[in-house]
């Protein structure tokens, strides 16, 4: 304990509840709750974006939604108990995008004229990529060398890192709010007046609920708000890209979906092998990692949580790893990270409360499985 340089108590004052304190059950949940609809954003927009361009239909695309929830549900849980036992939540990963395009536009996969058999080979193309990629993170994090790497991240490193990693989800989440800016700006306008200015307003005893619930108030808000809009009318008569945008019964993945559906390994057949696609998808495997090693320090800072040494890392890193090739025998479509806007919401919300995130990730498993 003698190389630890900023003890708990002194790395941020001003969370209220921290890794091993927890808030009451109701409130407890309810910020699991958030965290999952947080989360739920990315699993959503990466199959949204990428099952088309494999020919999968939207009810293709409601499965790969579900197992990529059951998956990262199993993923949080891991990480939270054996991993690093942060209150990280592990989701899809947007390094994986451009692997994962590289083999959805493979020469020998566009030559299959019928989309969902086409569908079907690249998801197990895609499958073995993750399954061959994932040893590299895993023999990373148990051989400790990772954990000698992470030596030399310091936080003026990281900083940058995580900021990146953020900013960068701006260049996929602006042009969606472009599509709808009707919905698109009050949400955004909403969601930084409460948990920025209206965060001392306590309207319910001593809970700050704008503080603590900005992302959960926000959505509900402006989903009875689209309903309205598409209930009355106001798209009727719009072009097809703006109804599929705005109205909030045109995405038909809850039509889609099976009501009871059980992911399993295999469920798309066998994964099928290939040097170039490993390879590439080992590319953002190492983007990953030191994606969620910043994520990590982030995570330990905000739930004041004593700096995680190496072999914490390592460790977290190796499990990691396991989840990556979890995602590869469910087929999840893309790889694992820890998620970074979730790490923000730790701050946002003053709770870094460990429980919370692993209730989160029963709400990934429960809400995956009834469709």
């Known amino acids: 304990m003698a190389d630890i340089s900023h003890p708990p108590m002194e790395q941020l004052q001003d969370l209220e509840y921290c890794i091993d304190s927890n808030p009451p059950w109701a409130e407890t949940i309810l910020l699991a709750f958030?965290?999952?609809?947080?989360?739920?954003?990315?699993?959503?927009?990466?199959?949204?974006?990428?099952?088309?361009l494999m020919g999968g239909t939207d009810g293709d695309k409601a499965r790969v939604i579900q197992t990529l929830?059951?998956?990262?549900?199993?993923?949080?849980?891991?990480?939270a108990l054996f991993g690093t036992r942060l209150?990280?939540?592990?989701?899809?990963?947007?390094?994986?995008?451009?692997?994962?395009?590289?083999?959805?536009?493979?020469?020998?996969?566009?030559?299959?004229?019928?989309?969902?058999?086409?569908?079907?080979?690249?998801?197990?193309?895609?499958?073995?990529?993750l399954i061959v990629a994932s040893s590299i993170q895993i023999i990373l994090g148990y051989s400790q060398v990772w954990g000698l790497f992470s030596r030399f991240f310091s936080p003026l490193g990281?900083?940058?890192?995580?900021?990146?990693?953020?900013?960068?989800?701006?260049?996929?989440?602006?042009?969606?709010?472009?599509?709808?800016?009707?919905?698109?700006?009050?949400?955004?306008?909403?969601?930084?007046?409460?948990?920025?200015y209206l965060k001392h307003v306590r309207p319910l005893r001593d809970l700050p609920i704008f503080e603590r619930f900005p992302v959960l108030i926000s959505v509900s808000i402006?989903?009875?708000y689209a309903i309205i809009l598409t209930a009355g009318g106001a798209y009727r008569n719009s072009p097809y890209i703006t109804q599929h945008s705005c109205r909030t019964d045109k995405a038909d993945l809850i039509s889609t979906a099976p009501w009871f559906k059980f992911p399993y390994p295999l469920q798309w057949g066998p994964p099928s092998f290939s040097a170039g696609h490993s390879f590439a998808m080992m590319s953002a495997v190492?983007?990953?990692?030191?994606?969620?090693?910043?994520?990590?320090?982030?995570?330990?800072?905000?739930?004041?949580?004593?700096?995680?040494?190496?072999?914490?890392?390592?460790?977290?890193?190796?499990?990691?790893?396991?989840?990556?090739?979890?995602?590869?025998?469910?087929?999840?479509?893309?790889?694992?990270?820890?998620?970074v806007e979730n790490v923000g919401l730790l701050g946002l919300t003053r709770v870094g409360s460990r429980r919370v995130v692993q209730i989160s990730a029963g709400f990934m498993i429960f809400f995956s499985i009834l469709g």
Not at 70 to 78: C, K, P, R
Not at 158 to 179: E, I
Request: one cysteine or more; glycine letters at 12%.
């Open 34 to 52: 958030q965290n999952y609809i947080l989360m739920l954003g990315t699993s959503v927009m990466i199959p949204t974006l990428l099952v088309p």
């Open 69 to 79: 929830l059951f998956v990262a549900g199993i993923n949080t849980l891991l990480q």
């Open 87 to 129: 209150p990280a939540v592990v989701g899809a990963s947007y390094a994986y995008v451009i692997p994962i395009l590289y083999i959805i536009n493979d020469s020998s996969l566009q030559r299959i004229t019928e989309p969902h058999v086409r569908f079907i080979h690249t998801m197990r193309a895609i499958q073995g990529a």
């Open 158 to 196: 990281m900083a940058p890192v995580v900021g990146l990693v953020g900013f960068g989800m701006f260049q996929r989440g602006f042009p969606a709010l472009g599509n709808c800016v009707e919905i698109g700006i009050p949400m955004l306008l909403l969601i930084i007046g409460l948990s920025q």
């Open 222 to 224: 402006i989903w009875v």
């Open 286 to 339: 190492l983007v990953s990692m030191v994606e969620s090693t910043g994520a990590y320090k982030a995570a330990s800072r905000l739930a004041i949580a004593t700096p995680p040494p190496a072999y914490v890392l390592s460790r977290g890193i190796g499990w990691q790893g396991i989840g990556v090739m979890l995602d590869g025998l469910f087929g999840t479509l893309t790889g694992s990270t820890v998620s």
